[in-house]
């Protein structure tokens, strides 16, 4: 039975409240986003699409497609991308609920190619300039924002950072507890004596910050007016002037401070695996997506590399017999020389990576032992 234009609109949103019974709001706004652009483009190109049956590719969906290139300001590859997956997820359900919808309304090759995700970490130069301006401010926001930079914390989980979040986990060993934050995880990040005069600073600070705003935030490191954001905008305009003020040479953001971060701890020789739970990251992926590899880098870990291979490959002296002793016209002192013959094949086949030469020198050995083999027959 076909149903009336008016409920293609509740049907989208009776199906998306469905959805929001297991999902994050988050992801239940980006669903709602997706409908409402579609629904829009529906209302404006199509006005007398009266029923979810009549939806066809071409000209419904690929004209709502075009009309999201075409705007003023079109969207990013991105924002489209997750338009494209939601509504065709919305498609996929209504149709298992026994709705009648043409298939394949929304392709794989519909969808435009995803960013290239590049590591924004600041330069050592424009790093060490507003490290050293926002110390020069000293208040309650630059001290978070060093806080974030030294440890590597997402903004979101330094705002929400709890008042005892400094934990000792050992002798003269101390970690920050950074509660459930994106992922819905929580970890200790080992810190120095750095992080600790910054958390001590934090507190002194903070106890300075006006009576309902300490009301409000009895649980909390960073005291707030009212709700989260009353403290991320303040810290993104402290953040900003201080970049201004240090004569940074690039924008600056929040998040490259913890891209700055990841790439100074890869520097530091850390492993990748340490680094992923540092960040608080549950994909390799997404740890490799966050640092940045100069040419400098590049040159001085391939000198360590070859400094490396030149120790794992030094040959060992070989102790043979004293000169004369080694070769004799009876089997044992034949038995001798092919064994010391083996020692310094083996030796000289460690040299090599390349398959064919290694098969080459194992055929070789192969033929020494069964001469080694056949003099014992007649030893």
């Known amino acids: 039975m076909s149903q009336p ?6 049907l989208f949103a009776a199906h998306i409240q469905t959805l929001a019974i297991t999902l994050r709001p988050g992801t239940v706004a980006n669903y709602r986003s997706a409908t409402s652009s579609f629904l829009t483009y529906l209302d404006a190109a199509f006005p007398r699409l009266h029923c979810i049956s009549q939806l066809r590719r071409d000209p419904h969906l690929l004209g709502w497609f075009r009309s999201l290139v075409e705007k003023d300001r079109p969207l990013t590859n991105a924002t489209r ?3 494209l997956v939601n509504l065709r ?4 359900d209504l149709s298992d609920n026994g709705h009648s919808l043409q298939l394949d309304l929304i392709r794989s090759e519909d969808l435009p190619s995803k960013p290239r995700y590049l590591p924004r970490a600041l330069s050592q130069e424009d790093d060490l300039r507003l490290q050293q301006q926002l110390r020069s401010i000293d208040n309650l926001h630059s001290n978070a924002l060093l806080l974030t930079r030294a440890t ?10 709890s008042l005892d979040c400094l934990r000792s986990i050992g002798d003269d060993q101390w970690a920050l507890h ?10 200790l990040v080992p810190v120095d004596d750095q992080v600790r005069q910054i958390v001590a600073r934090l507190l002194v600070l903070r106890a300075l910050a006006p009576p309902f705003q300490l009301a409000k935030s009895e649980s909390f490191l960073l005291p707030r007016s009212t709700v989260y954001w009353s403290l991320y905008n303040p810290l993104w305009r402290v953040l900003a002037e201080a970049a201004q003020q240090a004569r940074c040479s690039q924008h600056v953001t929040i998040h490259q401070l913890r891209h700055t971060f990841a790439t100074e701890m890869l520097r530091l020789g850390i492993s990748l695996p340490a680094l992923m739970n540092l960040l608080g990251h549950k994909d390799i992926r997404m740890t490799m997506r ?3 590899v100069t040419q400098q880098d590049l040159q001085r870990e391939f ?3 070859r400094n490396n291979l030149a120790q794992l490959y030094h040959l060992p002296p070989l102790t043979l017999p004293q000169q004369g002793a080694l070769v004799g016209a009876d089997p044992q002192s034949i038995q001798r020389a092919i064994a010391a013959a083996r020692h310094l094949l083996e ?12 098969r080459k020198l194992q055929r070789l050995d192969k033929r020494l032992l069964s001469i080694a083999s056949e003099l014992k027959l007649i030893n």
């Open 5 to 10: 234009r008016i409920t293609l609109d509740e």
């Open 81 to 83: 991308i997750e338009y």
């Open 89 to 92: 997820r919305l498609f996929r």
């Open 152 to 161: 590597g914390i997402r903004i979101g989980e330094c705002i929400n950072l």
């Open 178 to 187: 950074v509660p459930l934050g994106k992922l819905h995880s929580e970890r």
């Open 290 to 292: 966050y640092l940045q």
């Open 303 to 305: 000198h360590l590399a």
């Open 347 to 358: 030796m000289y086949r460690r040299q090599f990576t390349d398959q064919h030469t290694l």
